[in-house]
Nanobody, 115 residues
């Protein structure tokens, strides 16, 4: 069973930065894509950023230019660097690993941006 362990997050002031990490129990090369999703209270889970196995990236319009997804294959870890944080970025952030016929999720980490 694939395990995804997230770390980072916490309380950040508006305009600040934070970095999330997601350590996978298997090689990142075994996944079609890795991504970060978030879910704010009362809202649906939404894609924030994703990176495919060949390195293509995709970002939600709301975070373009502020967030960067990256990966370290040696550490089997995916990162989400978040800059210029806004109160509306407050949510639980989830790491996702996708394979054909299988989807894996981390436990989630809270990011709270204070104004």
């Amino acid at each position: 069973q694939v395990q995804l362990v997230e770390s980072g997050g916490g309380l950040v002031q508006a305009g600040g930065s934070s970095r999330l990490s997601c350590a996978a129990s298997e090689s990142l090369f075994s996944f079609r894509s890795m991504g970060w999703y978030r879910q704010a209270p009362g809202k649906q889970r939404e894609l924030v950023a994703a990176v495919t196995s060949v390195g293509s990236t995709n970002y939600a319009d709301s975070v373009k230019g502020r967030f960067t997804i990256s990966r370290d294959h040696a550490k089997n870890t995916v990162y989400l660097q978040m800059n210029s944080l806004k109160p509306e970025d407050t949510a639980v952030y989830y790491c996702n690993a996708y394979r054909v016929y299988a989807d894996y999720w981390g436990q989630g980490t809270q990011v709270t941006v204070s104004s």
